[in-house]
């Protein structure tokens, strides 16, 4: 158990639904990122953040991609308008790192699928 | 760019060592890390390594770097049939906090 929380851990949405997932991370972590994984992929990076600040993105991260973390703890990630390519795992990591040593700890993740 | 490749699958018979390889193309990488990944679970952090050490073991686990050939490998010493995953090496490169992912070697381990 890696400390990182993931809700739900499943969703089934039609295509054109929005999306929500949340990410309680570690807690004393300041940094949070989302990824995604595909069947057969290693896990892909979308967005960062250290403390409440989003600090790096993803060319992956289209404009119906939404990620905040509004307080520094928890955050959320939203889809909108789902199409049937946005079916992934949607994983979550923290790290205390300083510097450029960073170990993540991943959550258990969101599986989505759209159909 | 950031890449990194690995072998799609190994096999091994308990008790065996392993030996799952990775390469890296950027030269500015700061740390490689292994991750394993169980079927329907998360990734689990194994180790890492920082891009100026050439070795570091931990308990049943090395992982050496050849930073001059950009080359990875991690060595599991008497293979358990709980080994049995999919594991992932990754990278961070200086000044950023993005984990670069392979696409992961299926370690399959026969009693």
């Known amino acids: 158990d890696t400390g990182v929380s993931q809700d739900p851990r499943h969703k089934i949405t039609k295509r054109g639904q929005n999306v929500t997932f949340r990410c309680d991370p570690i807690?004393?972590?300041?940094?949070l990122y989302w990824y995604r994984q595909t069947l057969g992929q290693g896990p892909e990076f979308l967005t960062y953040?250290?403390?409440?600040?989003?600090?790096?993105k993803s060319r992956l991260l289209s404009d119906r991609f939404s990620a905040e973390r509004p307080k520094g703890s928890f955050s959320t990630l939203e889809i909108q308008r789902t199409e049937q390519g946005d079916s992934a795992m949607y994983l979550c990591?923290?790290?205390?790192?300083?510097?450029?040593?960073?170990?993540?700890?991943f959550g258990p993740g969101t599986r989505l699928t759209v159909t | 760019g950031e890449d990194v490749e690995q072998s799609l699958f190994l096999s091994v018979r308990e008790g065996d060592s392993s030996v799952i390889n990775c390469t890296y193309t950027?030269?500015?990488?700061?740390?490689l890390y292994w991750y394993k990944q169980e079927p329907g679970a998360g990734l689990q952090l194994l180790t890492y390594?920082?891009?100026?050490?050439d070795m570091k073991q931990d308990q049943r686990l090395t992982v050496l770097l050849n930073k001059k050939d950009k080359h990875l490998s991690l060595r599991i010493a008497d293979t358990q049939t709980g080994d049995s995953a999919i594991y992932f090496c990754?990278?961070?490169?200086?000044?950023?906090?993005?984990?670069?992912f392979g696409s992961g070697t299926r370690l399959q381990v026969q009693p």
């Open positions: 390594i920082f891009s100026n050490m």
């Open positions: 953040f250290q403390n409440e600040a989003q600090l790096e």
């Open positions: 950027d030269s500015s990488s700061t740390y």
């Open positions: 990754a990278e961070t490169v200086s000044g950023r906090r993005a984990l670069t």
């Open positions: 807690s004393e972590h300041n940094r």
């Open positions: 990591a923290s790290s205390k790192g300083s510097g450029d040593r960073n170990e993540q700890y």
